[in-house]
């Protein structure tokens, strides 16, 4: 299969250009709504709490923004596009080409990563005037915002393939997307909690995307992010089966 087929550039560029031209929605929200937690979040705790020996917590707490905003805008335009297709009856012109599950799978989830990637680097710009930021280990840093944008991505189409209505995709995104992010050490290390709350953080997996997200701004993290890598990669691999196992039955997208 040659991932780089036509049928996958036209699949890619339209999800790119769907996306892209209502760009004050799907990318300018996002930079705002999280400069709006930094400025709430930094200017409440700055200088009261300190989660990593020499960093403030502003500089802590933009790598989690950062993140955070790559894996829910990433979900977002995968799950988005796969429900309104469904909805709208237009699904059916993507079903119809000779399209392999491999090449539709490659288009959403690579067009997903375009946005989550684009929605971070603002949100890394913006904030990034707020405190000093190291690069201690670069390749961390973009290896885990393309793993996390693409688990994220492969989430949305499972879960857009699964729902049937809006209202089941907002019950998916607010039921198990936001709490998985949001108590992922966004705000936080997970060594600040008590330790029940300590050992189900690490059954989280959002939790090792963003650990070893901030790992190579600040070379340190609550765990070690070989560990992070291996989880998160055997998950993006899972992920990838359920949704490719999906796509060749048909489930949910032939009616």
Same mark, same amino acid.
Request: positive net charge; hydrophobic residues 60%.
């Given at each position: 299969m040659n991932v780089f087929s036509v049928g996958f550039r036209t699949l890619f560029y339209k999800? !790119?250009?769907?996306f892209w031209k209502v760009a004050t929605?799907?990318? +300018?929200?996002? !930079?705002?709504?999280?400069?709006?937690?930094?400025l709430i979040f930094g200017h409440v705790l700055e200088g009261k709490v300190q989660m990593l020996d020499?960093?403030?917590?502003?500089?802590?707490?933009?790598p989690g923004l950062v993140m955070m905003s790559v894996l829910q805008n990433a979900f977002a335009n995968s799950s988005s596009s796969l429900i309104q297709s469904k909805i709208t009856g237009n699904l059916v012109f993507i079903l119809l080409p000779p399209l392999s599950h491999w090449e539709i799978l490659s288009?959403?989830?690579?067009?997903?990563?375009?946005?989550?990637? +684009?929605?971070?680097?603002?949100?890394?710009? !913006?904030?990034?005037?707020?405190?000093?930021?190291s690069f201690t280990f670069p390749l961390w840093i973009v290896v885990f915002a393309f793993l996390g944008a693409a !688990?994220?991505?492969t989430m949305g189409v499972i879960a857009g393939v699964w729902a049937e209505k809006f209202d089941q995709l907002a019950a998916f995104q607010n039921f198990l997307i936001m709490p998985a992010t949001f108590l992922a050490g966004v705000f936080y290390s997970i060594k600040k909690l008590p330790p029940f709350w300590l050992a189900v953080s690490h059954f989280?997996?959002?939790?090792y995307m963003i650990d070893g997200f901030r790992y190579g701004f600040f070379g340190k993290s609550d765990v070690s992010p070989w560990t992070s890598l291996v989880i998160v990669g055997v998950f993006f691999v899972a992920l990838a089966a359920i949704a490719i196992n999906m796509l060749r039955r048909g489930y949910k997208l032939r009616h």
């Open positions: 999800e !790119i250009l769907r929605q799907t990318v +300018a929200a996002p !930079i705002v709504t999280s400069m709006l937690y930094l020499g960093v403030s917590y502003t500089a802590f707490l933009i288009a959403y989830v690579t067009a997903s990563v375009v946005r989550g990637l +684009a929605v971070g680097l603002g949100v890394f710009v !913006i904030t990034a005037w707020f405190a000093h930021l !688990i994220l991505g989280n997996p959002f939790f």
